[in-house]
């Protein structure tokens, strides 16, 4: 069991070698030294509960869902839509006909964009922030090219925040606010909750870019009030392939489609198409019904554990960390104190890549470059950092031999 702080109290937080147990990779070790997983941003192992229900699907279900009369049709069928019931539950989502399956955050955000830009005219604005991942750049620099709309950016501070207040960045030309709930490269957490209710006081269609926010924190969409939100699966235990846009049933139900095929139709002649409701809208062609099903199981397994005693280990577990970089001279940690899921950091004199190679040598997995926010590494002046980031089975010990390591891999380089 592993003890964590937590609002100032010591609690118990979490039955870690249960846990490590559930995930079989964590077993691995590089020449005789075990593996160190921090590069949980980037993407998270899988448990058990995971790994069987994809291999349970092809061993015993494995057919095309939603077109067959056959036995096994129904019952991959019956599977991935008890699949959208849980990710629907999940999120706080009230309809779970809100809720498209993907094939994971970037294509979310693409079908979010292509589909929202149906609302704009020219010389509208789509509000992003300077924390933006490239997949909430350049699917809005794409709407704003076809439309005539202006891309603007909120400005982050030199800890890494967005201002508390977004009312002075909307205009009554503002029509979408396109923002990141938890910074992948700095774990800044933005207040979504309020930028939204300010958002919506103005009339503005609010997406949500929770891909860093959906293994950490509980999610619901019915209190934020948001339109979208957007997720991947495969950095919540679940496989790669599969993520999640969930958006207001009356506005995807006013969208039009994404991409043409499949079930996506209501009828199709040679002269015209008429399209399906949503979710059937955006779900052209045969989907990734395990990966659905693996993600349900996802949700399942994150909610055994519980996100409020996740939330508690891994700000232990952060908190830990920061204190053995403190160790080294010539540190710099970027983002706000109050990060949350990853941290990141430059040393003088020594190159993010470099550090990243000799870690890897000592079985540490962190990961190096610009975490694909090349424009935020050009407001702080820098071409990438060094990032570990953080999950549920990660343990204290670990934490103490990535410092160990660390200091010994700067020792080595400066
Ligand atoms: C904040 C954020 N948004 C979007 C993405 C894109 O996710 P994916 O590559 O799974 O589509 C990532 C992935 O790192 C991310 O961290």
Known sequence: MEIGWNLGKIVRVIDISAIRNDFPLLSRSFDGVPLIYLDNAATTQKPHAVLNAS???????????HRGTHRLAREATDAYEA???????????????????????????????????SLLSEGD????????HHSNIVPWQWACERTGAVLRIIPCDESGMLPSSLSPHLTEKTKIIALTWISNAFGT?????RYTAEAK??????????????????????????DMIA???????????????????????????????????????FEETTFNEPPFRFEAGTPNIEGAIALGAACDYLCSIGLDRIKAHETSLIRAAEAELAKIAGIRLFGPADRCGALSFAIEGVHAYDLGTFLDQMGVAVRTGHHCCQPLMHRFGITGTTRASFAMYNTHDE?????????RAVNLLR
């Open 189 to 193: 957490v933005n207040p979504v909750s």
């Open 125 to 132: 604005e789509v509000l992003i922030s300077a924390l933006e």
């Open 399 to 407: 934490v103490v031999r990535f410092g160990e390591c660390m200091r």
């Open 55 to 65: 291999r349970h699907y092809y061993e015993t279900i494995n057919s095309n869902i």
């Open 231 to 269: 997720f991947s699966g495969h950095k919540m235990y679940a496989p790669t392939g599969i993520g999640i846009l969930w958006g207001k049933y009356e506005l995807l139900a006013a969208l039009p489609p994404y991409r043409g095929g499949g079930e996506m139709i209501k009828e199709v002649t």
């Open 201 to 226: 006081h103005h009339g503005v269609t609010v997406v949500i870019d929770a891909s860093q926010a959906a293994p950490h924190l509980s999610i619901n969409v019915a209190e934020m009030g948001c």
């Open 83 to 117: 699949a959208r019931e849980i990710v629907a539950s999940y999120i706080g989502a009230p309809d779970s006909r809100s809720v498209i399956f993907t094939s994971g955050a970037t294509d979310s955000l693409n079908l979010a964009a292509q589909t929202l830009s």
